[in-house]
């Protein structure tokens, strides 16, 4: 979650609009590395399986917080101890796990995860996001009540991206997975699939419309994947249609190239980009090719090629704002700090998934050096990853300090990150060579 103390000073109106506890390729299907960057160890500690109140289900939890030094368990008191916002990435983060097919345990652990999230979908087909610490469902809070926001989203990413493994694994799990499916996706054509192609403008950006909260192409990025993935397992012309939608909302929040500022950045929501859930291009990348939208490819590696290099010289950004008072963008203001690893493992997906597409080695080379941030190469010259321990540290807070905690958000987007950049040989070289 992106909830550190020093996230606790924004508005609740960015906390409902850009909240977050984050295609990878189907399943992980590549030799495993003999050395791994991956370590679940600090995630087991993180996981546990509890009883709900309401009707004694068994699911699995991730705890969203472990505060340092002896990395203890902490709850949120206003939201809970664990949400589907982590719980859905941990369980794709086990689904693209190389030993899946043998390892009990990690099938234990997808299964438990998957039905913590079938089990707190709402009766309106959206999810509450919290579980409390007595094990019943936190409706209430504004980051956990059942409404289309990225809890929503992130459940749909976990079920139709499982669903095809459970309908060899486990046919009776598979179709209670298909029935939330179909609840929600009815939900996201009746409240975005008719939305008129208008536009607003923010200091003279031009923001449209018909996107989460209206421009965010943070949540539309998540929507954008899993919906690619219902489509393509059953064509649907009214997901189809959303699916453009959407793809043409994105599109229009990018601005700028090679010589014009912001270089080709997809803003997130309105006239600002952040770094966190920065999922655009590597949406774009690979929808774009399921469904063969040159376009939307070419959108992404413009702001990959372009965006990316210019964040790494300057140390990496959090966030920025900016303008157009005539007809070129200029910035108003931009933070370096705070980092964390959900402003970086999106870039690292990205720029691997071009890679893919184009096997052009500086896209490896390029997610190498994304990656090294994991380990060093950032503004406090700290690794925020510990290969030995597994954990991933809760954010860069200056250039001398870090936050050593390690909850959940924060871990598991280091694992996400490092578990695709091993399917790729010639960026793990990279990374050696930049960290």
Same mark, same amino acid.
């Given at each position: 979650m992106i909830r550190p103390v020093f996230f606790k000073l924004l508005t609740l109106q960015i906390l409902l609009i850009a909240f977050s506890c984050k295609k990878e390729q189907p399943v992980a299907q590549t030799t495993?590395?003999?050395?791994? &960057?991956?370590?679940?160890?600090? %995630? =087991?500690?993180? &996981?546990q399986t509890v009883k709900l109140a309401s009707n004694g289900a068994d699911v699995g939890t991730v705890a969203i917080y472990s505060e340092a030094p002896d990395y203890h368990l902490v709850t949120d008191t206003d939201e809970g101890f664990t949400c589907i916002d982590d719980v859905a990435r941990a369980a794709l983060l086990m689904l693209r796990e190389p030993d899946l097919a043998t390892n009990k345990d990690t099938q234990t652990k997808l299964r438990t995860m998957t039905e913590f999230v079938l089990q707190l979908q709402a009766d309106n087909g959206y999810f509450y *996001?919290?579980?409390?610490?007595?094990?019943? /469902? *936190?409706?209430?809070? +504004?980051?956990?009540?059942? +409404?289309? *926001?990225?809890?929503?989203?992130?459940? %749909?990413?976990?079920?139709?991206?499982a669903y095809p493994y459970y309908q060899k694994a486990d046919a009776t799990l598979a179709g209670r997975m298909q029935t939330a499916i179909q609840k929600l996706t009815a939900n996201m054509i009746r409240d975005f699939g008719n939305k008129p192609k208008e536009y607003n403008f923010v200091q003279g950006i031009q923001v449209p419309k018909w996107l989460p909260f209206g421009s965010g192409t943070d949540q539309a990025a998540i929507m954008l994947i899993s919906l690619a993935n219902l489509y393509q397992q059953t064509p649907n012309p009214d997901v189809l249609n959303l699916i453009e939608l959407l793809g043409d909302g994105i599109l229009a929040m990018q601005y700028g190239d090679a010589g014009k500022y912001p270089y080709g950045a997809i803003l997130s929501f309105d006239n600002s980009w952040h770094a966190y859930a920065s999922d655009q291009s590597y949406a774009l990348l690979r929808v774009g090719k399921a469904l063969n939208k040159p376009t939307w490819i070419a959108a992404a590696k413009r702001e990959i090629d372009n965006f990316y290099p210019y964040l790494i010289q300057l140390g990496f950004l959090e966030s920025f704002t900016v303008q157009q008072p005539g007809t070129e963008v200029k910035p108003i203001k931009s933070s370096q700090v705070s980092q964390i690893a959900y402003g970086i493992r999106p870039m690292v997906w990205a720029a691997l998934e071009a890679f893919d597409q184009t096997k052009d080695?500086?896209?490896?080379?390029?997610? !190498? +050096? %994304?990656?090294?941030?994991?380990? !060093?190469?950032?503004?406090?010259?700290?690794?925020?990853? =510990? +290969?030995?321990? #597994?954990? !991933? &540290? =809760? #954010? /860069?807070i200056s250039s001398n300090q870090i936050n050593r905690n390690s909850g959940a958000e924060s871990t598991i987007e280091s694992l996400w990150a490092f578990q695709r950049l091993e399917q790729y040989p010639e960026a793990v070289k990279a990374l050696e060579k930049y960290k």
């Open positions: 495993t590395p003999t050395t791994r &960057y991956v370590n679940l160890s600090h %995630l =087991d500690r993180l &996981y *996001n919290f579980l409390w610490p007595d094990r019943t /469902i *936190n409706k209430t809070f +504004q980051t956990s009540v059942a +409404q289309a *926001n990225f809890w929503s989203w992130r459940a %749909l990413w976990l079920l139709s991206e080695a500086r896209y490896a080379d390029l997610a !190498g +050096q %994304l990656a090294s941030w994991f380990l !060093g190469k950032n503004v406090a010259n700290t690794p925020m990853y =510990d +290969q030995a321990s #597994g954990r !991933g &540290y =809760d #954010g /860069i």
